[in-house]
């Protein structure tokens, strides 16, 4: 029963009781004083004594409140969508209304219209739900926040430190801590907060509230305190593993430590079916056609441009084999943006600032305009319109060779645009290779239409702003 004193609560589940409580307890004056400016229902509350009416709109709060606790909204570790959280909140404030309006009938001449107390409950869940829209998107207090403790100091745990390094990266929790473990590699985690144990696990964790353990520690084997890690997660601390958390905050896997019981016993990665192709097809061919007649004057100029700045005799596209779906070769179709002689010494990966590209071709790479004739590409079903950008056959057969899973990519259709085209900045080295192919698997495990409606949306910021390569 201690978890559930309101001192034992965490700060930010503290703030949200406090400014809900004055929410409800506010809710019930203002239908007051909206019935006594429109006058919906034959009541007056002068005749009922001020601090009757404030001991109305407290007790409604606190019933209400009280189901909101039975309904798990004041926990921390509480893991719902806005969606969920409002479902909730709609149950809470319909059983406070059926308590407050029993304990009503007890105040005799004092009691409130039962109108205006169902007043006060519609205005309640509209409050509420404002309310908790901020606390799960802007996160106000912190509350949405997990406080994290890591099992592990060694190399593996480093990426956390390597990768979440700034604020922005860590915005959905907080860093409680980094346990040294047995088996962990030496000079892993430098500057994060180390901790040696003197205590159990289990009461470690209870005592600072943390709301959720990822395990990653290099050796486990004899090694990781299972007996441990059970106690915490039948006392509701969430255990993840690394690759689940790292997938989870930043949107990619980690290629370096994927192994095959992972990928066979996590969720994803979904198979394609003639269904599917089918109405992947008629969607982006559909797409297609749009995006041709909106820029075909954009085309039109590009080519006239292109004639301009290198001879009428110029070659305004370009035609080059690129690896596609299930390792097929197809011939992408660009507007030539690179001079003719861009590979008298041989294929070369472009990249930024590349000194081959033409004043033309440096502009349209930059909005992305030299990418537009491939729509011929998407209408014969060879490229989609997302998808991760295919390679060169040269760079391929190199790539997966060096690069673990690199091949994996080529199980979807590549695509005009990607996940790792949006979160990662261009680049033309190997280890580019592999970052982008963290985004890649990520998109293919998660593949669907929302996401892809997703990356085209904010492939528009890409356009429109000049971020393009």
Not at 136 to 145: Q, S
Not at 204 to 211: G, N, S, T, V
Not at 285 to 302: F, K, N, S
């Amino acid at each position: 029963m201690s978890n559930l004193k309101f001192r034992n609560l965490p700060v930010g589940s503290k703030s949200l009781v406090l400014i809900e409580f004055f929410c409800f307890a506010g809710a019930l004056l203002l239908s007051l004083y909206l019935n006594s400016l429109f006058h919906f229902v034959a009541y007056d509350p002068q005749s009922v004594a001020l601090n009757v009416l404030f001991i109305h709109a407290v007790v409604f709060a606190l019933m209400v409140q009280l189901s909101c606790l039975a309904m798990g909204l004041y926990n921390s570790k509480l893991r719902e969508n806005l969606r969920g959280v409002m479902r909730r909140s709609l149950v809470s404030v319909a059983i406070g209304f059926f308590i407050v309006s029993l304990l009503n009938l007890i105040y005799g001449d004092g009691a409130l219209a039962i109108e205006l107390l169902a007043t006060a409950s519609l205005i309640s869940f509209f409050i509420v739900s404002a309310v908790r829209y901020l606390t799960l998107r802007i996160d106000f207090f912190g509350f949405n926040k997990r406080n994290i403790l890591v099992l592990g100091v060694g190399e593996r745990a480093s990426i956390i430190e390597r990768r979440m390094r700034r604020d922005v990266d860590r915005q959905n929790f907080f860093m409680h801590g980094f346990v040294v473990l047995n088996g962990d590699a030496d000079h892993g985690i430098i500057n994060e907060n180390i901790i040696k144990l003197d205590t159990s696990l289990v009461n470690y964790a209870l005592e600072h509230q943390i709301d959720e353990i990822v395990v990653a520690n290099d050796e486990r084997r004899e090694n990781l305190p299972v007996d441990e890690l059970f106690a915490c997660k039948i006392r509701g601390v969430e255990i993840t593993e690394i690759l689940d958390f790292i997938e989870r905050e930043t949107g990619q896997i980690a290629v370096n430590l994927i192994y095959p019981s992972w990928v066979i016993y996590s969720n994803g990665f979904a198979s394609s079916n003639h269904l599917r192709n089918t109405l992947d097809w008629i969607f982006n061919a559909g797409m297609g056609l749009i995006l041709l007649m909106v820029t075909w004057p954009i085309m039109l100029i590009t080519t006239l441009l292109i004639k301009l700045d290198e001879g009428l005799k110029a070659p305004v596209f370009y035609s080059q084999e690129r690896v596609g779906v299930d390792g097929e070769a197809f011939n992408i179709i660009k507007f030539r943006s690179m001079r003719l002689d861009a590979e008298k010494n041989g294929a070369q990966m472009a990249s930024e600032n590349d000194n081959r590209t033409t004043k033309i071709g440096k502009f349209i790479r930059k909005y992305r305009i030299d990418e537009l004739p491939q729509i011929y590409n998407v209408m014969l079903g060879e490229m989609g319109f997302v998808g991760p950008r295919p390679e060169r056959p040269e760079f391929v057969q190199q790539l997966i060779k060096n690069i673990p899973y690199y091949n994996e990519r080529h199980n979807v259709k590549p695509g005009l645009t990607g996940w790792a085209q949006l979160k990662y900045p261009y680049g033309a080295t190997e280890n580019d290779s592999l970052e982008k192919l963290k985004y890649d698997l990520y998109y293919i495990k998660h593949r669907s239409f929302m996401l892809d409606l997703l990356i085209l949306i904010r492939t528009v910021e890409i356009i429109l702003f000049g971020k393009g390569r």
